[in-house]
């Protein structure tokens, strides 16, 4: 967090008790920092107050005698005397709650809220006890979908505007909105325009009562029979704390924790709801082993493991190689890093696959900034993908920033983003020409952008640099970041979308770096490793491009696939598929069958999220923790352990006995986590997160980005294939909340691009490229950079296209026009 | 878009006035109001797709211009007859006997209070004071006031309505032949009529033409 | 010497407790042939009972899974089907069970549920030969659409219909709240095959209930 000056500070009188508190706070918040808590509805920490509820009232001394005012929009005031406990406060609160009960059912035994519900407890804490009410409550039809994933029970709403208040403040969608007046007055969306948004899951959270209510946990549970765990969600990058709640063995939901260094407690429906992945049907739960006849087949642990163990060892250790490893906790990353570097002994390792960016921009930029900076940025530049899509928690806080805070805020993006409407300035470009808009806002003198380079010289500069499409030359994303440092005060935050990209890139999982942030070219540090390890690899090993052509090339002879599926996420999906039945022997670490290990030799299934525990480090460096309630399906077990057997019948010895031992280990021999324990995350002030290194940590990579001279390339039709929250990945279809979420494949072109190739609006066109061809259905999309076409990654059909720089979009034959397929429209909050 | 691409439905004089009220106001969502008005004299009432027209042309969305139409009574969101007769049950009124004036009104349309009549000639309403308690009881006709409406009178009134079916409703015409005491007698003569069921300002609902 | 004389008395002394005892009368019962007359309160086997029109009275609230001490109860709820609705309002119990061999009878259960779904019974006979026998499923607890109780007994003396009859148990005669209008209106609703019954007494009016009792 950035350095503030110290508020100034007075003194009041709170229910005859002297206090100190900062000027201008609200006295609901004073009252709660010191330990007296003020009955409230509608007032949310981290939403303005509105005063709608009345259950706040407390008793203020004012020049007029006393009178009762609502705390949670009243600041101190030096010399206030507030009472929140005389008789007259408890008569208002009687009186309110009486008041929110003549309409609200008593049907708490079928409500999902009951036994956790604010109305519920504060009746019984400061209610009346009986109401005088005897006439009919009002009647709704219930409930009534907000959304495809959100209910409304309008009965048993108490109009505290917390959720309409959320999507507009906090979120930034009004899609819900008050309707009516009186006694009719309750929420709804407009006619067929549903609630889409992706942060709807936060008003089922943060809704006092059970109006709002989420179909996944509908009626599934009842909060005393839930068992809950803190935990990081493993969605994104941004370190989302979440609470994860499971009744008999089944996680049920997962609730957004307040974290004030990263997600302030909200969180996207896909952190919430990509739970339901964890129970799916199609999780593999015994080791298989493909037969002769080339079917897989269920084996036992200690078939699978030799058979894994023969093949790797009767290779070269240089001829095996390793892809993935994002998705997993430090610890087993760590093992994993250290399996293959000491037992395999081979430094062909990549935990980032398609997407890739220099890890050592990824793990050494510095000055890097903290999320929490951004609420002290004067200007803040986002040159990456469409945060709303990509992160959407980081894109919350951006917003704060922007909307709360103050920042100024640019975009760049070759097509609209979710925060174009709040951004000050937006830079629209054809993807290949980020060079270009770089040299002209580099350039001195250069009319372009002039509005831009003005709301630049304006510092601190928070600059959030990352890929805005996988099209894009990874190293544009250096350039970008070396110029970003050329600005006042300016910090950069390196994006990379992966679960734990960060933390298996500090762990080693890169073709260049050591676990701790250690480049493999600097001997010092390869020698300090050494010394715990024995001899490692000298050179810098093979990325996921190389990997796959050396695969195909013949020169790696056996491949382990973590959790990844390059066949998906590759540039070019043939030539990777090409590369995995080249190679002799695939080992395939998954907890799904993908496009790419369904061809593999040998799959082990592996415990995931919720099932493991360990540590993750966030785009920040933040190092969380994140917690093990259930055990995973059948059979399957932790990476680290399955590694550490495979190393025993390997000959060689990895001391991954459990989880805390590898913690130890990376304590010792990672420089940059030195200091980092599992107790310091678990207890004390420190359950927020570490920021890395800290204390005794040293981090000797100090990656300085140079604009790398990089060429425009933009040919006709350049493509942009940005992602979607609600993607094809596996995680999404098997969560049957989200799987009916995905968008439509399409292709977006510019209305004078589609009129100059004479397409229509909703034509279905051919769109080629060098590795691929799909056919989709064309949308007209003005926001779009002229002479570019985007198409979503990773949607059922559009992954087949790969990631080619240009692309042909025809029309198709009028032929096939016959078998066209009639889909129903569905509109993302992104659209 | 532009306005045009928007409201392209809607009549050119409308068009331009909305095109005026946009430029009005320093914040668009500022003139949200105004334009509901607008939308309900262009549609007769406000459609779900006059909402979104609205919100769109001043970058709210149709939920919360939703909100703002349910919230005041005097946005209609059904359909309005042609003569919107409301009578206003407020206690002075109610006290000179705006019941019966009602059940007269009612009985005489044919058309039950909140609701319009299968031909679409009136709608009913009882509707909180209209500022008339000196003159009460008082009904409006297209929000075109008429003050001491006895039950008859108000019978009368309707019968009017329905039989010369007038263009144009103007308050001092029919304070003439159907009205009672005032309120008081500021000698200010409201000549000016309304031609729709949609409050007047400016030159909106009205007419803008004196009557005969 | 009356220790003598009471020394030589010993042996009749029993004689005469024996003869005391013949003519009294006796409380042993040849049980099973002959049943005792259970109170109506009797904390036996659970019913899970039905309103008069057949839906079921348990909506899945788990709060008798919440309350009992002995965590023998295991509730699952659901959502209603619209169209064919197994009990009033959005949600029934999809899973019920409970294990008879952890029940300690406490009845908490019968005090926690908002419906007067479980109910406690006579039943007391369910001495099982296999341990899963003695978790009692819905099918088993769930009282048959004209109220009887399902006994899992062949009919005959062992099993009181009339009193299982009254098996929905008691009444509460007071509001939660204890006060005193709500005295003697019965905050019940009717089960299927009982109907209506008058509310028990109330407490301010002990005394002359207690009268007219006798």
């Known amino acids: 967090m950035p350095e503030q000056p110290p508020p100034e500070m007075v003194t009041i009188s709170l229910d005859g008790q002297e206090i100190e508190v900062p000027q201008g706070e609200y006295i609901i918040k004073a009252a709660e920092d010191q330990g007296t808590y003020i009955p409230r509805f509608c007032y949310h920490s981290r939403m303005k107050p509105v005063g709608l509820c009345r259950m706040c009232l407390v008793e203020v001394e004012t020049p007029r005698g006393r009178i009762l005012t609502t705390a949670c929009n009243t600041p101190v005031a030096p010399e206030m005397i507030v009472d929140t406990e005389s008789a007259v406060v408890q008569k208002a609160q009687e009186g309110i709650l009486e008041f929110l009960l003549i309409n609200h059912p008593l049907d708490c035994p079928v409500c999902d809220k009951g036994g956790e519900c604010p109305l519920q407890d504060q009746t019984v804490a400061y209610g009346p006890g009986e109401s005088r009410f005897v006439e009919e409550k009002r009647h709704f039809e219930k409930p009534i979908p907000l959304s495809d ?421 590759g540039r070019n999906p043939d030539a990777v598929r090409a590369a995995l039945d080249a190679a002799e022997f695939v080992v395939s670490l998954d907890m799904f069958l993908n496009d790419s290990n369904q061809q593999a030799s040998v799959i082990l299934p592996v415990d995931g999220f919720a099932e493991t525990e360990g540590t993750v480090t966030n785009i920040e460096g933040r190092v969380q923790k994140v917690n093990r309630i259930l055990p995973g399906p059948g059979q399957s077990r932790a990476l680290w352990s399955i590694l550490d057997e495979l190393s025993s019948r390997m000959g060689g010895q990895l001391g991954a006995g459990d989880g805390p031992a590898i913690a130890k280990e990376i304590a010792l021999v990672a420089p940059a986590y030195r200091s980092m324990t599992w107790d310091r995350l678990e207890w004390g002030p420190e359950r927020d997160g570490v920021v890395m290194p800290d204390r005794d940590g040293v981090q000797e990579l100090r990656f300085v980005p140079d604009d790398s001279g990089l060429r425009p390339t933009a040919g006709r039709l350049a493509l942009h294939s940005g992602r979607v929250l609600y993607d094809g990945g596996t995680r999404n279809t098997q969560s049957p909340a989200l799987a009916g979420l995905t968008p439509d494949p399409a292709v977006y072109l510019h209305p004078r691009d589609a009129s100059a190739l004479a397409l229509a609006d909703g034509q279905e066109v051919d769109v080629a490229g060098e590795f691929g061809t799909v056919r989709l259905r064309l949308e007209l999309d003005p926001s779009l950079a002229e002479g570019s076409a985007y198409v979503p990654a990773n949607l059922d059909s559009t992954w087949v296209l790969g990631v080619p720089d240009v692309v042909t979009v025809e029309a198709q034959s009028s032929k096939g026009k016959k078998n066209e397929k009639k889909k129903g429209k569905k509109k993302g909050a992104g659209e | 878009m532009s306005v045009a691409t928007v409201i392209s439905d809607w009549s050119a004089p409308n068009q331009e006035r909305a095109r005026t009220l946009l430029e009005a106001y320093p914040e668009r969502r500022s003139a949200a109001m105004p334009l509901l008005y607008l939308a309900s004299l262009e549609h007769g009432h406000l459609t779900p797709a006059a909402m979104a027209q609205v919100a769109e042309l001043t970058g709210l969305t149709s939920a919360q211009v939703q909100s703002v139409a349910s919230f005041y009574t005097m946005y209609k969101r059904d359909h309005v007859g042609r003569y919107l007769i409301s009578v206003c049950t407020s206690i002075s009124c109610f006290l000179m006997g705006a019941d019966d004036v009602l059940e007269a009104i009612e009985e005489e349309t044919g058309t039950p209070d909140g609701t319009t009549s299968s031909d679409g000639t009136f709608s009913v309403e009882h509707v909180e004071c209209i500022g008339a308690c000196g003159g009460a009881p008082a009904v409006q006709v297209n929000y075109e006031l008429v003050e001491g409406v006895a039950p008859e009178r108000g019978a009368t009134l309707c019968r009017w309505l329905r039989e010369s079916s007038p263009e144009v409703v103007v308050t001092d015409e029919m304070q003439k032949y159907f009205g009672g005491v005032r309120s008081f007698d500021w000698g200010i003569t409201e000549t000016v009529g309304a031609i729709a069921p949609v409050p007047a300002f400016g030159p909106y609902g009205s007419t803008g033409e004196e009557s005969a | 010497m009356a220790g003598f004389i009471g020394e030589l008395l010993g042996p009749f002394k029993g004689f005469a407790t024996v003869m005391r005892q013949a003519f009294k009368p006796r409380l042993t019962r040849s049980y099973p042939h002959e049943m005792r007359v259970k109170p109506q309160r009797f904390h036996g086997r659970h019913v899970l009972n039905r309103y008069p029109d057949g839906m079921e009275k348990c909506i899945g609230c788990e709060l008798c899974a ?138 301010s009016d002990v005394t002359e209930s207690e009268e007219e009792e006798a």
């Not at chain 1, 240089?318 to 293959?340: P, Q, R, Y």
């Open chain 3, 66 to 203: 919440g309350v009992c001490p002995a965590s023998c109860i295991y509730v699952r709820g659901q959502d209603n089907p619209v169209d064919a609705p197994v009990s009033p309002g959005e949600r029934f119990g999809f899973v019920y069970e409970i294990n008879l061999l952890r029940c300690i009878f406490c009845g908490l259960c019968v005090e926690a549920c908002p419906t007067e779904a479980i109910t406690m019974t006579q039943l007391f006979e369910f001495s099982v030969t296999d341990r899963a026998d003695a978790i009692y499923t819905k099918d088993e607890l769930l009282v048959q659409a004209d109220g009887t109780p399902n006994h899992g007994q062949p009919d005959g003396p062992l099993i009181d219909l009339a009193e299982l009859k009254l098996a929905d148990g008691w009444m509460r005669a007071t509001s939660p709240a204890g006060r005193a209008d709500f005295e003697g209106v019965p905050a019940w609703t009717p089960s299927a095959g009982v109907g209506l019954r008058p509310a028990e007494r109330g407490q």
């Open chain 1, 149 to 569: 994933i959100v209910l409304m029970d309008r009965e048993r709403c108490i109009l505290c505007a917390r959720c309409t208040r959320f999507s507009e403040e906090v979120s930034g969608d009004p899609l819900i909105e008050f309707v009516g007046r009186g006694n009719q007055t309750h929420v709804i969306t407009f006619p067929d325009e549903p609630f889409a948004s992706y942060f709807s899951g936060n008003t089922v959270q943060i809704c006092p009562v059970g109006a709002l209510t989420a179909k996944p946990y509908r009626f599934k549970a009842r909060p005393w029979d839930l068992e809950a765990i803190e935990s990081v969600s493993m969605v994104d990058a941004s370190g989302a704390s979440i609470s994860i709640e499971t009744s008999q063995n089944e996680v049920v939901r997962i609730n957004g924790v307040d974290n004030d260094a990263t997600n302030h407690g909200w969180l996207s429906d896909k952190d919430r709801f990509v739970f339901q992945a964890i129970h799916s049907e199609n999780r593999l739960a015994t080791p298989l082993i493909r037969d002769d006849a080339g079917d897989l087949q269920p084996a036992s642990w200690g078939d699978a493991l030799d058979r894994v163990a023969d093949a790797l060892g009767s290779v070269r250790g240089d001829e095996v190689a390793s892809i993935g490893g994002a998705n997993n906790t430090n610890e087993e990353a760590f093992a994993l890093g250290k399996f293959l570097r000491t037992v395999v002994v081979t430094p062909h390792i990549d935990a980032q696959v398609g997407d890739a960016l220099n890890p050592e921009f990824l793990a050494g930029v510095t000055p890097r900034a903290e999320i929490g900076d951004l609420d002290g940025a004067a200007t803040i530049l986002v040159w990456a993908g469409d945060l709303k899509e990509e992160f959407p928690t980081l894109f919350l806080r951006v917003r704060h920033a922007v909307t709360q805070m103050g920042a100024k805020l640019i975009v760049v993006h070759p097509r609209r983003t979710g925060l174009d409407n709040i951004a000050a300035e937006k830079i629209t470009y054809r993807p290949g020409e980020g060079p270009e808009v770089v040299r002209k806002l580099t350039a001195q003198g250069d009319q372009d952008y002039g509005a831009v380079r003005d709301l630049l010289t304006a510092g601190p500069v928070i600059a959030l640099v990352g890929l805005t499409g996988r099209a894009e030359d990874p190293r544009l994303a250096e350039a970008v970041a070396a110029y970003a440092l050329g600005l006042p005060g300016s910090k950069v935050l390196p994006l990379a979308r992966r679960a734990n990209v960060f933390g298996a890139l500090d762990m080693g999982l890169a073709p260049t770096l050591l676990p701790g942030r250690v480049p493999v070219k600097s001997e010092s540090g390869r020698a300090e490793l050494e010394s715990h390890w024995g001899p490692l690899p000298g050179e810098a090993g093979l990325d996921t491009a190389g990997i796959i052509a050396g695969l195909a090339a013949g020169d790696l002879k056996a491949l382990l696939l973590v959790g990844a599926d390059p066949v998906r996420d």
